[in-house]
T-cell receptor, first 110, second 113 residues
Framework: QKEVEQDPGPLSVPEGAIVSLNCTYSNSAFQYFMWYRQYSRKGPELLMYTYSSGNKEDGRFTAQVDKSSKYISLFIRDSQPSDSATYLCFLTDSWGKLQFGAGTQVVVTP | DGGITQSPKYLFRKEGQNVTLSCEQNLNHDAMYWYRQDPGQGLRLIYYSQIVNDFQKGDIAEGYSVSREKKESFPLTVTSAQKNPTAFYLC????????????FGSGTRLTVV
């Protein structure tokens, strides 16, 4: 079993809809949780990071962490065609061990 | 602007040839990393370096080599021993080891011809 599971998609939504992405993990040592966005043939870019359980909001993006369930989510409100990309979750523990999901491809159709 | 520069953007390698991918950062980050990305497999760690003149193997180091002679530079050589080198290669850095703020380069697409 992989330490981090992420549905590869593709996830297709109409413009303006809410995009809901998630990752599950098995190692309770993970403490930092990040979401990266990657456009085709580009490097990933950091969208959001959070340390504690709960919600963190930044514009149209909301990151949610539930450590008790080992479940993290990213919500994108009012989705735009420019949000079409692959979204990866990154998790690290206090020792710097990094694990990431395989990425979910999102397609926002006009 | 600070960031990571990878070059070239596209690279073609003949069978049996060694090639070197460049990664330069001006972020003053201590730690640097090389990842390989294949479709549907996500990122896999090749090598990482926490400090100058020191580096460790990642999960898939066979057929690759690196050096870290300068803080700013972490080149990756794909040797002829790497049997399936066609992939997208990403270089990343963090301010220090065991940090969470990864910055990625724009990647190099390597194709064997």
């Amino acid at each position: 079993q992989k330490e981090v599971e992420q549905d590869p998609g593709p996830l297709s939504v109409p413009e303006g809809a809410i995009v809901s992405l998630n990752c599950t993990y098995s190692n309770s040592a993970f403490q930092y949780f990040m979401w990266y966005r990657q456009y085709s043939r580009k490097g990933p870019e950091l969208l959001m990071y959070t340390y504690s359980s709960g919600n963190k909001e930044d514009g149209r993006f909301t990151a949610q962490v539930d450590k008790s369930s080992k479940y993290i989510s990213l919500f994108i409100r009012d989705s735009q065609p420019s949000d079409s990309a692959t979204y990866l979750c990154f998790l690290t523990d206090s020792w710097g061990k990094l694990q990431f999901g395989a990425g979910t491809q999102v397609v926002v159709t006009p | 602007d600070g960031g990571i520069t990878q070059s070239p953007k596209y690279l073609f390698r003949k069978e049996g040839q060694n090639v070197t991918l460049s990664c330069e950062q001006n972020l003053n980050h201590d730690a640097m990393y090389w990842y390989r990305q294949d479709p549907g497999q996500g990122l896999r760690l090749i090598y990482y370096s926490q400090i100058v003149n020191d580096f460790q193997k990642g999960d898939i180091a066979e057929g690759y080599s690196v050096s870290r002679e300068k803080k700013e530079s972490f080149p990756l050589t794909v040797t002829s021993a790497q049997k399936n080198p066609t992939a997208f290669y990403l270089c990343a850095s963090t301010p220090k080891a065991a940090d969470y703020g990864y910055t990625f380069g724009s990647g190099t697409r390597l194709t064997v011809v």
